[in-house]
């Protein structure tokens, strides 16, 4: 596998015959809801067709950040970071969450204007988000080869390592009574007297009372047999990482180019901000019209290209009899190949930023799938249709981010308590209410 090196996680190797909850997909949310729903005392279980966190979860850029988030987004990423903050002593175990702020940095008078368009979705919520001068940025930017007009700066926001963070999580989940499997894939629902029953997985079935699916770029083909048109695509997106950098700026920033994030091992992770690669499949065209809105708005930053996936996806992207293997079975990792022009494109823009940058090794490149809705809004949302089902996908790269809250809302909707914070804008029925959501512009 070409991701980066996932810290590893004791799990179990046999499933229960019952449990209240059981969870599929051993991500950034399935993780979190397992955490949320065990510590109100619900005997959970985690099945993983690959291995903990062997997708997006490990290869994000590593951001906790509330700072121009989609307006819909901002209270829920607010709690995210406030909860991680408390990460690592509620595991007993090292994230590497640090409150170190994030920086979008302005090189003119029309960017300043862009995140003070922004700022005015913030401040309802009383954010740390604010505007700061050429000095001020300077300061922050420790090691810049120049100066910039100035930035938007929000020091509440954090960072963490995603290699560690899904697995310090996943030993917390298991010290409090939950049950995690790998290389265990779920073909399908057990539904009975239409509602959920449990789980058919390539190991057998398990009895379960509620589902929740977090399976992130695979939710769609998961969804497909139940008769849920979810409109939802995936973008990859390439990332690198570099050996020690001395002399560095700290948390995390958007430069013209670049977007940097530093690492707990002296390094950086470094991805370019803007350009990300889409692969045209079968439902690129069962979703053209949903995703069209999106497709105006981030057309210059989208490279499209035809290649293997479309094959791919047109002959083996389909449900199968549950009782014979399963795409899930199949590829037990989404594990694309790097964009390199892209990275080098990143790389040289943060050596021209910053001069430690331009001294700095190439560790690792690698790629990774992100689940991308119309809105760029995730799905975090229960099914009237087929009772006991509960769906959270779609966080469009934001997953890691605000992974502890929408773990925490998840756990509110499966267990019937008030929700924390409203989730009307992450219903699965604004796909169906004529409602046409889209991304919101300006952010």
Not at 163 to 182: D, F, M, N, S, T
Not at 271 to 287: E, K, M, Q, T, W
Not at 380 to 406: M, N, R
Request: net charge neutral; proline share 7%.
């Amino acid at each position: 596998m070409m991701g980066p090196p996932i810290d590893p996680v004791e799990t179990d190797t046999h499933l229960p015959s019952h449990v209240d909850v059981a969870i599929v997909g051993g991500g950034i949310i399935g993780i979190c809801t397992a955490l949320a729903l065990v510590q109100r005392g619900l005997k959970v279980l985690v099945c993983e067709k690959g291995h903990l966190a062997g997708e997006q979860s490990s290869r994000n850029w590593g951001w906790c950040r509330a700072a121009r988030r989609d307006p819909r987004e901002i209270a829920l990423a607010i709690a995210a970071v406030d909860m991680w903050a408390d990460m690592n002593a509620l595991v007993g175990a090292e994230t590497g969450f640090r409150r170190t702020g994030t920086i979008f940095v302005c090189e003119n008078d029309k960017d300043v204007a862009y995140y003070e368009d922004w700022l005015e979705h913030a401040r309802p919520h009383q954010m740390s988000s604010h505007m700061i001068g050429a000095d001020e940025t300077a300061a922050i930017l420790t090691g810049a080869g120049r100066r910039y007009h100035g930035a938007m700066w929000t020091p509440t926001d954090g960072r963490a390592e995603p290699q560690k963070a899904v697995p310090a999580i996943a030993a917390e989940v298991r010290r409090r009574g939950g049950l995690i499997v790998e290389r265990c894939a779920v073909r399908g629902l057990d539904i009975a007297a239409g509602r959920v029953a449990g789980i058919v997985t390539e190991r057998g079935r398990v009895a379960a009372d509620t589902v929740v699916f977090a399976g992130g770029a695979w939710s769609r083909l998961f969804t497909l047999p139940l008769g849920i048109r979810l409109p939802q695509l995936k973008v990859q997106a390439t990332v690198l990482r570099t050996g020690p950098v001395e002399g560095g700026p700290d948390g995390e920033g958007w430069l013209p180019g670049f977007a940097f994030r530093k690492r707990l091992d002296g390094g950086y992770t470094i991805a370019n901000g803007r350009s990300n690669l889409y692969s045209i499949v079968p439902d690129s065209f069962r979703f053209a019209w949903d995703f069209l809105p999106a497709l105006m708005l981030e057309f210059a930053n989208l490279s499209l290209r035809l290649d293997g996936r479309f094959k791919e996806e047109f002959l083996n992207w389909r449900p199968a009899a549950m009782d014979r293997p399963s795409p899930f079975e199949r590829v037990r990792t989404l594990d694309p190949e790097p964009v390199e022009w892209m990275n080098r494109q990143a790389f040289a823009a943060a050596g021209k930023a910053f001069p430690a940058f331009a001294k700095a090794t190439i560790a690792q490149q690698w790629a990774g799938m992100i689940d991308a809705t119309p809105d760029a809004v995730p799905v975090i949302s229960g099914f009237d249709e087929i009772p006991g089902f509960y769906l959270a996908t779609g966080f469009s790269g934001h997953g890691f981010g605000v992974g502890p809250a929408a773990g925490r809302l998840m756990a509110d909707l499966v267990t019937g308590a008030t929700p924390f914070t409203d989730p009307t804008d992450f219903r699965f029925t604004r796909f169906t209410d004529g409602s046409r959501p889209r991304p919101v512009t300006g952010v």
